[in-house]
């Protein structure tokens, strides 16, 4: 009996919200106890229901009643030293009984307190039991015909919002279900019938749909195993011919190694025999040159002698000369030995390249034959937006990522707006920052159609750039429209050019400080537009883009300020 106190004492101090121990718990005028957190957190979604209503409207979770103002909650001391004597002796909240209705399970409406899980749901009383409410469904006569049903949460959708009668009939003529009442008043005259004749027709369609739907799940599995033998048909001869092509490309490789060797042997295996041949010749010359040196030096002294018997004696010997036979067996041709086989390799190489060719496209147009499906029709693209109205549709909320901008580039609360500033910022180290450069980038990765406007003032660059333009670095690569990966309208009042990959081209001065930018990444397209009551052309670039892209701003100097602003 004892142990039965201490339960319901644990009950007492539960909290109706979350229901466990109470922790610092208030109590609400009408005497309810809950916890400060658990409360203030339901009228907290109160506030936001009623925002229109300054005064604000609360109510108890428990009995419904209404207060006005908010409650002012202070600690219910009680309670507070109840909670904290049962820890000290070591009891907790009861735990979860599965017979109580939890926020998921529907609730016995007949039960007070705490609510008890509902067992069925009884469509003429249009209520939900708990087993002991129940009881009286499986004991009194009238009650026992009651239609009764799994726990249900749209009983009340049973009820007609004109007569609050249980809508027991349909109008066939309608479409819809209707009470009694309805049926001598609305729809009088309207072929109408009982909800349960409806119910039995509509089961009969039903059935026909559910085979209708099995029919077509057996029918789409078999396409589904189909389709599977395909995949597989297709991976297997996909494999074998590349296997197969493989094979013959590295016997073609192989074969052309080897002639290669081939010609370069012979090559140099005639290179050296012509090579040793002429200098096998070379040598023998410089020797005869050698010998007729020497005599040419020794008829120079017998020229210059005074005996003239000597002369005489000596002169015949001398003056005989053997005769040369290498001088007249060479013969000068222009330097062209080996062109003849430059020429034969470069004749293989081009009917190889004209093989390959006809070959390579005999085999491109067999791999566009290979369809399983049929081709899809492509969707059709949408137009070019032509007026503002039009560009007004992607309109996008850019926001500008803190951890991308320099030190001195401010950023307003809702970091839309950038002011760069003589003060260093104490923005925290991040790798993203930009370090060198007073430049940031937004938040937002854009794809798709996306248009923006710009409200610049000073100098800056209203830019677009992919996320892995460089921070760190003092070069130009770090430069918003100096590099490949980024593009940039530098305007400064003056004059006004659009920058990408460090060359610039001047374009018409825009008569507004707001700038509107078209993106359409899928097609390649980025223009930039004045926007000075009419839209006008700027600039516009066709390129592929690769990545997402970011909005970007850059300035010139401090006090110069860039808004993405919500365009009007």
């Known amino acids: 009996m004892a142990q039965k106190g201490v339960h319901l004492d644990q009950e ?5 919200i979350c229901l466990d121990l109470l922790k610092d718990p208030v109590t609400v005028p009408c005497g309810h106890s809950y916890c400060k957190s658990c409360i203030e957190t339901h009228w907290d979604g109160e506030d936001e229901e009623d925002e229109e209503d300054e005064e604000g409207v609360y109510s108890c979770p428990q009995c419904r009643r209404m207060f006005r103002p908010r409650p002012v909650l202070g600690k219910n001391t009680m309670l507070a030293a109840l909670v904290e004597e049962l820890k000290k002796t070591g009891l907790q909240a009861a735990p979860a009984d599965p017979c109580y209705a939890g926020p998921e399970d529907v609730a016995c409406d007949l039960c007070t307190g705490r609510k008890r899980k509902a067992s069925n749901s009884c469509l003429q009383c249009l209520a939900s039991y708990c087993e002991e409410h129940l009881q009286p469904h499986y004991e009194a006569a009238p009650l026992k015909k009651h239609k009764l049903v799994e726990p249900s949460r749209t009983l009340q959708e049973n009820l007609c919002s004109h007569h609050d009668e249980v809508m027991k009939m349909f109008c066939r003529t309608d479409q819809q279900s209707i009470c009694y009442l309805c049926s001598v008043d609305q729809h009088k005259g309207h072929d109408t019938v009982s909800a349960a004749a409806e119910r039995t027709e509509r089961q009969r369609e039903l059935e026909g749909s559910r085979a209708n739907i099995q029919q077509r799940i057996q029918d789409r599995e078999k396409d589904v195993e189909l389709l599977q033998q395909e995949l597989e048909a297709i991976n297997g001869s996909a494999d074998k ?8 490309f590295t016997e073609l490789i192989r074969l052309m190694e080897k002639r290669r060797s081939d010609v370069k042997q012979q090559l140099r295996s005639q290179q050296q025999t012509e090579v040793s041949g002429v200098k096998e010749l070379q040598e023998k010359l410089e020797q005869e040159i050698t010998e007729l040196k020497r005599k040419d030096a020794e008829l120079h002294k017998l020229s210059h002698t005074q005996d003239h018997v000597h002369f005489l004696r000596d002169y015949p010997s001398l003056s005989t000369l053997s005769p040369s036979t290498h001088s007249s067996s060479i013969k000068t041709r222009p330097l062209t030995y ?7 390799v470069s004749g293989i190489r081009d009917k190889l390249q004209d093989a390959l060719t006809e070959g390579w496209t ?12 049929p081709p899809q029709p492509r969707p059709k693209p949408e137009p070019y937006p032509k007026t503002r109205a039009d560009f007004l549709k992607y309109s996008r909320v850019i926001t500008l990522d803190p951890n991308t901008a320099h030190d001195h580039v401010l950023l307003s609360k809702r970091n839309r707006k950038a002011m760069l500033m003589y003060k260093k910022q104490s923005y925290p180290s991040h790798p993203d920052r930009f370090m060198d450069y007073w430049q940031v980038l937004s938040t937002e990765g854009l794809t798709g159609r996306c248009y923006w406007e710009v ?5 800056v660059y209203v830019a677009v750039s992919y996320s892995d333009i460089s921070r760190a670095e003092s070069s130009a690569e770090c430069v918003l429209g100096h590099n490949d990966y980024s593009w940039a309208l ?4 003056k004059s006004c050019n659009l920058w990408h990959c460090q060359e610039s081209r001047s374009v018409t001065d825009p008569r507004s400080s707001r700038i509107g930018v078209y993106l359409d990444h899928s097609a390649g397209i980025l223009s ?4 000075f009551g009419s839209m006008t052309l700027l600039t516009r670039f066709h390129t592929k883009f690769t990545q997402p892209l970011h909005a970007g701003i850059g ?3 401090p006090g110069d300020t860039a808004e993405f602003c919500k365009p009007r």
Request: charged share 25%; glycine share 6%.
């Open 338 to 344: 080996f062109e003849d086989v430059t020429k034969a």
């Open 241 to 248: 011919a590349v296997e197969h092509s493989e094979k013959m």
């Open 555 to 557: 300035f010139h100097y």
């Open 528 to 531: 930039f537009y004045s926007i």
């Open 455 to 459: 409200e610049w003032r000073g100098g």
């Open 12 to 16: 007492t101090i539960s909290c109706p």
């Open 490 to 493: 530098d305007c400064d009042g």
């Open 362 to 373: 005999n085999i491109s147009h067999t791999l566009t034959e290979v369809q399983v499906l």
